[in-house]
């Protein structure tokens, strides 16, 4: 038995795929890119809430700080957000909370309420690496195109991917379930394509480059995949 007005109701509408950008980004005046490139860490900022105190907007967020030196990247960034005024610094492990004013934040320059991140900032090597989305493919070329504008002493953009597909929100907070070595080994096998099809590297060719006996090596990954992917399957 059909429900009374059933036939009228109108059909669900039509999701479509997003249009995703990924983005290589120099740009003055960030402590965070200036501590990868001094030493050997990985930064993942995530933005937690923007509002207004005292006629000022201000945006709280947490950086996540992974590598052989994370500790001396953490203590050269706190320097450099108290330089900008941050208030609130706290640190929680490997998490360091922040409030700091908006114009601090250089992506604020350029992004607008048609393009958002969907995965947190990773800075690495001296750059950030952004993945933003957005329902229509001119946000994200007008996006870039105001990046390309700005002053090359001031910053620098590659383009180095844009699609079209589902987007891929990863809780990267699974990751924390993985020691120091674990993640090491993990993010060395997705960086040299162990993962990929066809595969790009060996095992043994992954603990080589990591300077680590093969099984000693080959145990780590293992142990890494095995928290990991139990976690994103559910």
């Known amino acids: 038995m059909v429900p009374p007005g059933a036939a009228c109701a109108s059909p669900p509408p039509t999701v479509l795929p997003m249009w995703i950008a990924e983005f290589k980004v120099w740009h003055t005046g960030s402590a965070a890119r200036e501590a990868t490139a001094r030493f050997d860490a990985l930064i993942e900022t995530h933005y937690l809430n923007v509002f207004t105190q005292k006629k000022k907007e201000l945006v709280s967020g947490v950086m996540v700080y992974y590598g052989k030196q994370a500790e001396q990247a953490m203590q050269y960034v706190i320097e450099g957000l108290k330089k900008q005024g941050a208030t609130n610094l706290k640190r929680e492990g490997n998490q360091m909370f922040y409030t700091v004013a908006s114009i601090h934040q250089f992506h604020s320059i350029v992004l607008n309420a048609n393009v958002f991140f969907i995965r947190p900032q990773q800075i690495r090597g001296g750059y950030g690496y952004w993945t933003v989305a957005a329902w229509e493919k001119k946000h994200l070329l007008g996006f870039y195109n105001a990046l390309r504008k700005l002053p090359k002493s001031k910053a620098t953009v590659e383009l180095l991917s844009l699609k079209q597909g589902l987007a891929p929100v990863f809780p990267s907070s699974i990751r924390h379930a993985l020691s120091d070595k674990q993640r ?51």
């Open 184 to 234: 090491e080994a993990f993010e060395l096998a997705c960086q040299e394509g162990y993962y990929a099809s066809p595969r790009r590297a060996s095992l043994e060719e992954l603990a080589e480059k990591a300077d680590l006996p093969y099984t000693t090596f080959k145990d780590r990954l293992r142990a890494a995949e095995s928290e990991l992917w139990p976690k994103l399957v559910s």
